[in-house]
């Protein structure tokens, strides 16, 4: 499963590329180029999905989407290492940034049986 992510206002653009087995995401990569919150945040997505089931994926984003847009508090969400970017909610500008990844993550998953 494979999904691009593009951002014009700023140049971001990535490739996320994974692959799912009886609902669990094996293996998942990224290619692409961005500013260092949207490399960093699709690099750390990697590392916290990979191994885990599908739904474990989409909660994973919807907490850290939460975070990001002040739905919800960083110590509640249960990020792991993804706090670290956190941060990140008090530059409105760069949140697109950081959920680029994610975003392309979930519809690559949009394709998954």
């Not at 992510?5 to 140049?11: E, I, K, R």
């Not at 994973?60 to 990020?79: C, I, K, M, N, S």
């Amino acid at each position: 499963h494979q999904a691009r992510g593009q951002n014009p206002s700023c140049g971001d653009d990535l490739q996320v590329m994974l692959n799912v087995v009886q609902g669990q995401v094996q293996d998942i990569r990224f290619s692409g180029q961005g500013c260092a919150i949207c490399m960093a945040s699709a690099s750390m997505m990697t590392e916290a999905v990979r191994g885990h089931d599908v739904a474990v994926a989409q909660q994973l984003h919807q907490r850290f989407r939460a975070v990001l847009t002040g739905e919800l508090e960083p110590d509640a969400a249960q990020l792991g290492k993804l706090i670290s970017l956190a941060g990140v909610r008090r530059y409105p500008g760069r949140i697109k940034c950081a959920l680029l990844g994610w975003h392309a993550l979930m519809h690559a998953l949009g394709d998954t049986p």
